[in-house]
């Protein structure tokens, strides 16, 4: 859990890096922004449940309602920024790398609230995913109990 943790966080400042390094206009910074906020959540989750699993404790009922509005919340932030990113795309390049990473922002969205989508050691097996079939995620397990 501590490498999810560490490894979300690593692409969340790895993603800040590349946007400063392209000439992206406001869209893109919209959803880059989204995206990073999905990572920075799993980042955070991934490190609370490592602490419990060190401390020996269990999850707590405050924890599983900021989940819980967090969900309600990043659903609202996803409608808001798909009606937003084509009304302020500066160009072209600017909105479809907008789409582009509003896209993988949802689909982080719903790795971590809703199913998981990695598989294997990989991260994403196509193979797994056919047999098994969509599983809920850590997350939804917890706030659905």
């Given amino acids: 859990m501590l490498n999810l943790a560490i490894g979300e966080f690593a692409a969340l400042l790895t993603f ?3 946007y400063r390094l392209l000439d992206l206009g406001m869209a893109s910074l919209v959803a880059f922004s989204y995206l990073i906020l999905i990572l920075l959540q799993g980042s955070l989750y991934w490190f609370y449940r490592y602490i419990l699993i060190v401390n020996k ?31 302020i795309r500066s160009s072209n390049k600017d909105l479809m790398i907008a789409i582009g990473l509003f896209l993988f922002g949802m689909i982080e969205y719903i790795n971590y609230y809703w199913y998981r989508l990695s598989y ?9 995913l056919l047999n098994t079939g969509l599983q809920k995620s850590s997350i939804n397990k917890l706030i659905t109990k």
């Fill in 16 to 18: 800040i890096f590349v």
């Fill in 57 to 87: 404790k269990r999850v707590n009922h405050k924890m599983i309602e900021l989940l819980k509005f967090l969900r309600r919340l990043n659903m609202i932030v996803l409608v808001a920024i798909s009606i937003v990113i084509p009304i």
């Fill in 120 to 128: 294997g050691k990989s991260g994403f097996n196509i193979r797994i």
